[in-house]
């Protein structure tokens, strides 16, 4: 496979404090150098035996194949982030940013210190859509730390010096202050609408259990916090109780196999939530028995590892005091 480069989507003469001469040394030199560097890559791992090569040289040669396309991919992204008015940003875009940042300001703020901090060590600053959370971030990288996974990138900063040392010489502030003047929010808009319509990552839930009514464990931790009446028990298995060493805070631990034994003691009045070692099955399980004898049951999700993943409080649990 050969990767083909993208022609120059900004026009050179319309950028407003950098010359064309900035550009095009930039477009050829740097962009068309990593393209050039990952065709050679790409023939080098082509021509390898994956079965007989050192581990050592696929190890480079994937690794520096990373660094190169990530280049590729963020020049292309940079040169079709200038071309525009950068303080005209559409409304539904500044709509975006308000809600993720606070303000089109904040943003703005936060973007330049990010870049401003680059000036050093250089790499990209970069304002990247991030499906699972369905939200906008800022995020600084390099070719070979290529950032947040899953993240669709929508306005990239170039601030390796060769991208502004012909024009700007060592003063990156100034480069960074014409790269926001010349923003292409109308680019930058159509990218973002593109990558709302990406699917976040599917939602982890068992789909044994996908009807039963669950609570996250940021739920548990409200009510419990704010005293709000609720029951939680921990309905992990006898055997695996037998070796745990703590219990969630608040909780009371019941063996899920003798429900009819303990079911008497709960009221139907306050909400239960049941939870075992990884949040399924035994909890759900436990949850469906309560909910079928009338009680208002929910399992929380994740259960005590996610509890303690989260460093949810815990407190020393005595297997010796449950026979
Ligand atoms: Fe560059």
Redesign the pocket.
């Known amino acids: 496979m050969r990767y083909q480069i993208a022609p120059l989507y900004c026009r050179p003469w319309t950028i407003n404090g950098m010359t064309p001469r900035q550009i095009e040394s930039?477009y050829e030199n740097?962009?068309g150098g990593a393209v050039l560097r990952l065709n050679a890559i790409a023939d080098e791992l082509a021509a390898l035996d994956p079965q007989t090569a050192p581990a050592h040289v696929i190890s480079r040669l994937k690794q520096e194949e990373m660094a190169a396309l990530n280049?590729t991919l963020l020049?292309e992204l940079?040169f079709a982030s200038l071309g525009g008015d950068g303080r005209a940003v559409p409304e539904a875009m500044a709509a975006a940013i308000t809600r993720d940042f606070g303000s089109v300001d904040r943003w703005r703020h936060e973007f330049i210190a990010l870049a401003n901090a680059l000036a050093v060590s250089a790499g990209w600053a970069l304002l990247t859509w991030v499906p699972r959370e369905g939200r906008l971030i800022n995020q600084s990288v390099s070719d070979t730390s290529p950032g947040v996974a899953g993240g669709i990138t929508i306005l990239a900063l170039?601030m390796?010096e060769?991208?502004y040392h012909l024009d700007f010489g060592a003063n990156s502030a100034a480069y960074v202050a014409t790269f926001m003047r010349n923003i292409d929010w109308g680019a930058v808009q159509g990218r973002y609408d593109d990558a709302i319509e990406a699917k976040p990552p599917r939602p982890l839930v068992q789909k044994e259990f996908g009807d039963l009514p669950s609570v996250t464990i940021d739920e548990v931790r409200v009510m419990l916090q704010s005293g709000e009446p609720v029951q939680v028990i921990d309905t992990r298995p006898r055997h695996y109780t037998s070796r745990a060493q703590d219990i969630v805070e608040g909780a009371v631990w019941r063996d899920p196999e003798r429900v009819d034994e303990w079911i008497g003691e709960l009221s139907k009045t306050t909400p239960v939530v049941t939870f075992c070692v990884y949040g399924f099955h035994i909890g759900c399980q436990t949850a469906v028995a309560l909910r079928k004898a009338g009680f208002d049951a929910r399992y929380m999700a994740g259960g005590h590892f996610a509890w303690k993943a989260v460093k949810g409080p815990v407190k020393l649990f005595d297997p010796a005091a449950l026979s």
């Open positions: 930039h740097n962009y280049s020049h940079y170039d390796y060769h991208a």
